[in-house]
């Protein structure tokens, strides 16, 4: 008896020690960064870190698996794991989409709204270079996947985005601030509020890309994403996130 109570504790000792050293963590999780926020990363594919502005607080953070758009109608879900954050003027949404097996995100211009403006530019320091997917539009509040209590007609939104791991991974964060509709009408014809809006869309944050091993060492105590609240509607992210595709399919 004493022997199977030995051999039951190396067995558990072993057990905790390969949980805790050996089998590795999650790819996506929170960690706290130097000014005390908690921040969205990825320890690969790719490794990187959002760095939300320091006039942010989080307000809510999770996952949830979500079936965006697709031609064949056949695909697996995408998990998505996100954070929000919100200040006096507005709010943050941090977002990284991983689509399943061999499907990829479309291209990177493409959005589920019409869109107010649009630009393509490299993005990022020394040898890491990426290209970013600006956009500016509009979205009813009401459809607004991530509802900010503050917008009760319209949204208006900055949108950043990179399609990164073979166009497996999208990376994205946006820039709301609630907006009346009479205003929204009329904003083709403001190009300098868009381009105020813009300004302060990418002041609201950044993305740091890291090397594999760097993250790794950086990101080694990661808190794992818990599901989403019921809040967050599946049907409205996976509209958000845009269309995925096969690349062995023509449709």
């Given at each position: 008896m004493k022997?199977?109570?030995?051999?039951?504790?190396v067995l558990a000792a072993a057990f905790a020690w390969y949980l805790y050293t050996v089998k590795p963590g999650p790819l996506q999780g929170i960690v706290r960064n130097a000014q005390g926020l908690e921040v969205l990363v990825s320890r690969a594919r790719p490794s990187l870190l959002f760095e939300p502005?320091?006039?942010?607080q989080l307000v809510a953070?999770?996952?949830?698996?979500?079936?965006?758009?697709d031609r064949r109608?056949?695909?697996?879900g995408v998990r998505v794991s996100f954070a929000v954050y919100r200040d006096q003027l507005g709010e943050l949404v941090t977002a990284l989409a991983e689509t399943p097996g061999e499907w990829q995100w479309v291209a990177g211009s493409h959005l589920?709204?019409?869109?107010l403006r649009r630009v393509e530019e490299p993005?990022?320091?020394g040898e890491r270079i990426e290209t970013l997917y600006e956009s500016l539009f509009l979205l009813d509040a009401a459809k607004d996947p991530f509802p900010d209590p503050r917008a009760k007609e319209k949204v208006l939104v900055y949108r950043a985005k990179f399609l990164l791991f073979f166009r497996k991974m999208q990376v994205l964060f946006e820039y709301h601030e609630p907006i009346a509709a009479d205003k929204a009408r009329t904003l083709d014809l403001e190009p300098a509020v868009l381009r105020d809006f813009a300004a302060r869309g990418r002041a609201a944050c950044r993305v740091r890309?890291?090397?594999k091993e760097e993250a790794k060492e950086r990101f080694s105590k990661l808190r794992p994403l818990s599901a989403a609240d019921s809040a967050f509607q599946r049907t409205l992210i996976a509209?958000?996130?845009g269309e995925i595709k096969h690349p062995g399919s023509n449709r």
């Open positions: 022997i199977l109570v030995l051999l039951f504790c502005s320091a006039s942010m953070s999770g996952f949830k698996t979500v079936r965006p758009k109608l056949d695909a697996e589920p709204y019409p869109v993005y990022g320091e890309f890291f090397a509209y958000w996130l």
